[in-house]
């Protein structure tokens, strides 16, 4: 405090106010990537969701409301602004735009590591100023965060810069670790989300390593590669074909396609549905702790399955938006994965284990099975292979509440990819 002056205007030094500001500084990385992405069905100005809109508008007025705080020393203000900050962090992971630029998500736990510590700083100034009260909201903030925003910085850093083998991307990373660059053109190469990951089975029980132990019979230097990301989307699968090389190419691209591929509507389920994948994202913390809680409010195996249903729906008034990013995507697809793939490109399309419906679920399988072929996908159609429709689908679910597949639904995947590969059967058998 310079002499005259009088008590609690003390004056922040440079090294202060770069302290307090660097998360702020670092998050213009992922704001400008939410500001130059384009939302998967845009309303708003032909390019942001509602969603993306509020959050770019949210973004841009935490900003403002962080300078003014900062320039009249309202520091109650500026350490209310950095929690918010911290929150916004772990909402981000929801925007693809945001995951598709390199190194995002070590970069947003790094920012809640450096809000938490600006946290500190803040407090230790108000404390100067005689503002207990900020003081003490801004220390407790900061410690609060500061153990869970370490653990997740370590690890995300660890992930990213550990390893040159493509074992992460989108999501939690895929489950085997593969050298992609030694592929060849005897190899398959698949692309999915938790289905082809093999969420609930063993590594040797999922369909792709099940295939593969099929094709060695008569090919041992054959090898299918399962790129498969829990919680991912056919927008996301982009940068999983990416990962493979476009030399030499592989024997087979497949991609895999789920009814919940189909992108979604605005709804508030919806939406919070993609926010605890979001936090899972960038969080491992965050992620234990929404796993321990998940099925306190994760919908039941009927009200899921009336959720991909709705999003079928003709009716709905953006259905044709909707549907028409859907087809751009497997034209997108098709596109990337045809350079990579000596024979035609294949798209699996897996069914949801139902036992209602069947005749809905059927015109879903043809129309989804029409717009992949029209988009140049050999198309093989899962649907009568699971009795969809019928009480005989339920055998086939992991369990009473989970649509994934059982070991014995993960070989008969495994076992009409084989014949078709072979040249047994026809590529479709349509509902």
């Not at 992949?372 to 369990?399: H, M, N, Q, W």
Request: hydrophobic share 50%; aromatic share 10%; proline share 5%.
């Amino acid at each position: 405090m310079t002499r005259g002056q009088p008590p609690g205007t003390a004056a922040m030094t440079l090294g202060q106010i770069l302290v307090i500001a660097c998360p702020f500084v670092l998050f213009l990385y992922p704001a400008a990537a939410l500001f130059a992405g384009t939302s998967e069905v845009p309303v708003f100005l032909g390019k942001y969701s509602y969603g993306a809109a509020a959050f770019n508008l949210v973004t841009l007025v935490l900003y403002a409301s962080f300078v003014a705080g900062l320039l009249g020393r309202a520091f109650s203000l500026v350490a209310l602004t950095s929690i918010v900050l911290i929150l916004l962090t772990y909402a981000v992971p929801a925007s693809n735009s945001v995951l598709i630029w390199p190194s995002t998500l070590p970069l947003l736990a790094t920012i809640r590591l450096a809000a938490s510590l600006s946290l500190v700083g803040i407090a230790l100034f108000s404390m100067r100023r005689g503002d207990s009260r900020a003081s003490l909201a801004a220390l407790l903030a900061g410690a609060v965060f500061f153990v869970p925003s370490a653990i997740d910085t370590a690890f995300l850093l660890g992930r990213e810069f550990g390893s040159a083998d493509a074992t992460t991307s989108i999501g939690v990373g895929y489950r085997t670790k593969y050298d992609l660059s030694g592929l060849t053109d005897r190899d398959i190469v698949i692309v999915g989300d938790s289905f082809v990951w093999g969420q609930g089975v063993g590594i040797a029980q999922r369909f792709g390593d099940v295939l593969q132990a099929k094709l060695r019979q008569t090919e041992p230097e054959a090898n299918v590669v399962s790129l498969g990301i829990i919680g991912v989307g056919l927008k996301d699968y982009v940068k999983s074909v990416k990962d493979v090389p476009l030399h030499p190419r592989v024997r087979r691209m497949i991609v895999a396609f789920y009814q919940n591929d189909m992108p979604p509507r605005e709804t508030l389920d919806g939406w919070m549905e993609r926010l605890s994948l979001a936090v899972a994202r960038s969080s491992i913390s965050a992620r234990l702790l929404l796993d321990s809680i998940r099925l306190s409010f994760a919908p039941d195996v009927d009200q899921y399955i009336q959720f991909l249903l709705d999003d079928f729906n003709e009716e709905g008034s953006d259905y044709p938006a909707r549907w028409q990013t859907l087809v751009a995507h497997f034209h997108m697809l098709f596109d990337l994965v045809a350079e990579r793939s000596i024979e035609k490109p294949m798209l699996v399309i897996i069914p949801a284990l139902s036992e209602h419906d069947r005749e809905t679920w059927a015109a879903i399988h043809r129309r989804v099975a029409r717009a992949a072929a029209e988009a140049g996908f050999d198309v093989l159609d899962l649907f009568p292979d699971f009795k969809v429709g019928t009480p005989g689908a339920l055998r086939y679910r992991l369990s009473p509440n989970d649509l994934h597949f059982t070991a014995e639904a993960n070989g008969i995947v495994a076992g009409r990819l084989f014949d078709l590969l072979e040249g047994r059967v026809p590529r479709s058998r349509l509902p």
